[in-house]
């Protein structure tokens, strides 16, 4: 098989040590070649049987994916009234939910379950998040037919109370195990503000039933991936294929998303120009989620109270108008990348950096890609720009990331960075510690089925295992450690 591991070491390099088949022409995705020439050599590598699984998965998607006998197949049986299930292809349909950060994380969560399952991903989306990716399976593709018979009821009302799984066990007291019959499709709905049937997805009594739908449509927008752990019909498996529990994100991550390559444009534009020759990259997210209640002038105070307290960003030397170190020798370049809505915080760094020398001399870039003030909906520029942001993020040394932000998580974890986390006040006040190392370089699922969001409650009782913990910026949420 051409495509299957190559040990070499330049192939191994290019490919990020096997992860990425082989079998793509170059010029349609560049990322997906160079992007090991810009990221540091991961010191996390995928196991072996991680890499079987995705030849596998490759396979069957070419087997099963668009316009192919049996996804014809199995879209004419969308209209019998129960699974007939000759065609041997399942499928997993994503839909998107929130914005960027937000599908990235669900998308990565929907195709572990696609590998745990057996499925084919296939990835709705509107035109919004055209130009951001490429194909990520070789000689095939990932997007969903534009004449998919479900697609003008996705968002319909129906879809959720009539054919959801949840739905589903609601009228049949709460089990499958009385259902005879297997629908042709059902939705998933897990999304934040899923109900307490929609969560009986995560129960393993229910998995076994859900094997025989060949048509599962998901809603989620969320890493749902530490609540699979939990499930445990997958749980082996997942510690063959995830021996390190935290590079979950991080190894499929950079398996699927490859940016496209106009994203790739603006990537390579700006590290050309500002990391490329920086001895140090250090990159500030800076998200605030209520601008209103979080001023300005406090959030950089606790920026600046952070990065002192842990080092992160070169010292001022505030008595000297000039650095004594001779100029031009051996000096040392730092590049701080800010990725923020607002510009206030990159025009005082570089303000900063600006009227006063460092304690060592350095010359010390400020440089922040954009700054579109306001989160837009539906425009694809603005996606490509997020999606350019969250990749240069990924390539620094050091990072800082924002609470609660996916935007942030998606950059730690293709980047292998454990972040430091900004705790952004929104009460007028600062908070004590303004910042934690995150345990992991794991994104945080925001809304696992632990949490009770109407109550504000967390249930007791519940035994999430070694590798699970509570999220430092999310106290109900849950992250792989
Ligand atoms: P989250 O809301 O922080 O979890 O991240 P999301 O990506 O889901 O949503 C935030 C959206 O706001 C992004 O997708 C962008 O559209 C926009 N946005 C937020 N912060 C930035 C930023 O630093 N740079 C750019 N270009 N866009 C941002």
Redesign the pocket.
Known sequence: ENNSFQPTSLVADKLLGGLLASALDEGSCISRYHSSMYHKTSPYKPSLYLLSKLRKYENRHKRCGPYTKSYIKAVKELNSSHANRTTGCNYIVWLPA??????IVSLASAFLYALLTNRVLLVHHGTDMDDLFCEPFPNTSWLLPADFPLKNQFDSFKMRNIHSHGNLLKNNNMSSSTMLQQPAFLLLYLAYDYEDHDKLFYQDQNQGFLRKVPWLILKSGQYFVPSLFSISTFRKELSILFPDRETVFHHLGRYLFHPSNKAWGLITRFYQAYFEKADERIGL???L?HPESSPSHLVMKQILSCTEKENLLPQLDKQKHVALASPFKNQTLKAILV???HSIYYENLRNMYWMKPTVNGEAIGVYQ??H?EY??FGDNM??V??WA?MYMLSMTDVLVT?T?????YVAQGLGGLKPWILFIPDNQTIPDPPCQRAMSMEPCFHYPPSYDRKANMMLDNVDHGPHIRHCEDVSWGLKLV
């Open positions: 929130n914005v960027l950060g937000n599908r997210q800076i998200r989620f990725a923020s809505l890609p954009s579109e989160q837009q603005h996606n720009k997020a942001e924002s609660w932000s996916t935007f942030g």
